[in-house]
């Protein structure tokens, strides 16, 4: 009990710490972090439009009953379960170059659960109807209902990829040597759940029989394959940004090892699509409408037709990009690579996914579905909620894994803040 009392004094102070650290910055740093939360603001203004006026402010209607926002919902998910890619290397394989950042790869994947769950509390129209979903409190009809499933793995890969990287933090802020008997399960439990939310929002789907287009057994592996492209190709991204723009050295060797798993992953992706549409056009039964609507059209209907072949053409193009070495470990060819897999995989898992299996819906209607202005700005503002939350994360974490920031400096009296 005094130790647990210990912790959370520690944890205190800590916090009251990095108040002061986020507070202060560049130019550039404020600029970027006031540039945010306008965007936030107007994002807000939109969505307490919509939350007045009901999900008739936007375009979706009863045939098309899910878009932009579970779009990027889905996507996210993919994003946040791809920090797995970073806990394997560096804390069962000890490879040092991944060891240094993988605090950073996690404190990305708790940004981008949020950024998830904020999706779809705004897909859910009334936000005082939240409460049912809450443990204890409201209805959540576990086990049966997967919506329950999901809340409970969400909100738990959330709570891991918070505790693991402060846990960290903190005991280096201190300069002490975590206890790996207690954070060490909480790794291990970390790499089964960033498999298990994205399996559980496969499943999501996958429970709709209504739905032929998404009803195929191989949508969870296709949701992981194309998690761990997109993922860790923003995450190389960001890195190369953070090194740039701080003191914390992180080496080529990480970024090109990381580009390998995409290459792997990529290779896994195009070939479960590949014999996905193989099984849909091979077989010709009536249940291949969605996919036709996709990539061809249906009855003068082609909205989504030139958005998947341009994500197609990008990903069988970055997947070439990452396969040859020569290209995967040259930082220009890389980058690009990364951004084509970044938009190609969003337009493939978001609104290539989500859309066409409502179309057409199970009484042959087709409805052409387009966001709106309040989508697009309410999605903005989630974005910029992510980011933001990610960069003041960063503001406290670098510091720390570079040294700068420490409790030894604080009691010196020694330290100052850098204007980052």
């Known amino acids: ?206 429970g709709l029989a209504a739905r032929p287009f998404w009803n195929a057994s191989i949508l969870a592996p296709r949701f992981l394959a194309s998690a761990f492209c997109s993922g860790p190709a923003i995450i190389i991204i960001i890195f190369q940004i953070i090194r740039r723009v701080s003191a914390i050295k992180i080496e080529d060797k990480a970024l090109f090892k990381v580009a390998e798993l995409i290459a792997y992953s990529m290779f896994l992706n195009l070939f479960l699509l590949g014999a996905e549409i193989f099984k849909e056009y091979y077989s010709g039964t009536v249940h291949m409408a969605s996919f036709k609507y996709l990539f061809e059209g249906l009855h003068h209907h082609n909205e989504l037709v030139p958005w998947i072949w341009t994500a197609m053409a990008m990903n069988v193009t970055a997947f070439i990009l990452f396969l040859v070495p020569s290209t995967r470990k040259r930082l220009s060819t890389l980058n690009l690579g990364c951004l084509l897999v970044i938009v190609g995989v969003w337009i493939e898992k978001g609104p290539g996914f989500v859309i066409p299996g409502f179309v057409p819906d199970p009484l042959g209607e087709i409805y052409e579905y387009v966001p709106n202005l309040v989508e697009l700005m309410v999605s903005f503002g989630i974005w910029a909620t992510g980011l933001l939350i990610f960069t003041l994360l960063m503001k406290v974490a670098i510091p720390i894994e570079t040294g700068e920031f420490s409790h030894t400096e604080y009691e010196k009296g020694t330290y100052t803040f850098k204007r980052h």
Request: hydrophobic share 55%; net charge neutral; aromatic share 16%.
């Open 1 to 206: 009990m005094e130790r647990l009392e210990g912790l959370l004094k520690e944890t205190w102070h800590f916090y009251k710490k990095t108040l002061g650290l986020v507070s202060r910055g560049s130019k550039i740093y404020y600029a970027w972090c006031f540039s945010l939360l306008a965007i936030i603001i107007v994002g807000f203004i939109f969505y307490w439009e919509q939350h007045e006026m009901g999900l008739i402010e936007t375009n979706m209607t009863d045939q098309v009953s899910w878009g932009l926002y579970i779009a990027n919902f889905t996507y996210l998910v993919g994003m946040a379960a791809a920090a797995v890619l970073l806990v394997i290397p560096s804390y069962i394989y000890q490879f040092k170059p991944i060891k240094e950042i993988v605090v950073l790869g996690e404190l990305f994947a708790a940004s981008c659960m949020v950024m998830a769950i904020l999706f779809v509390m705004v897909d859910l129209g009334r936000l005082d109807r939240v409460w049912h979903m809450l443990p204890f409190v409201g209805s959540m009809n576990f086990p049966a209902s997967l919506l329950a499933w999901d809340v409970l793995a969400l909100n738990g890969y959330l709570f891991l990829n918070l505790l693991i990287p402060i846990y960290l933090l903190v005991k280096s802020y201190y300069g002490k040597e975590p206890n790996w008997k207690f954070i060490l399960p909480f790794i291990l439990l970390s790499i089964p759940w960033a498999v298990g939310i994205h399996t559980v929002t496969a499943f999501l789907y996958n």
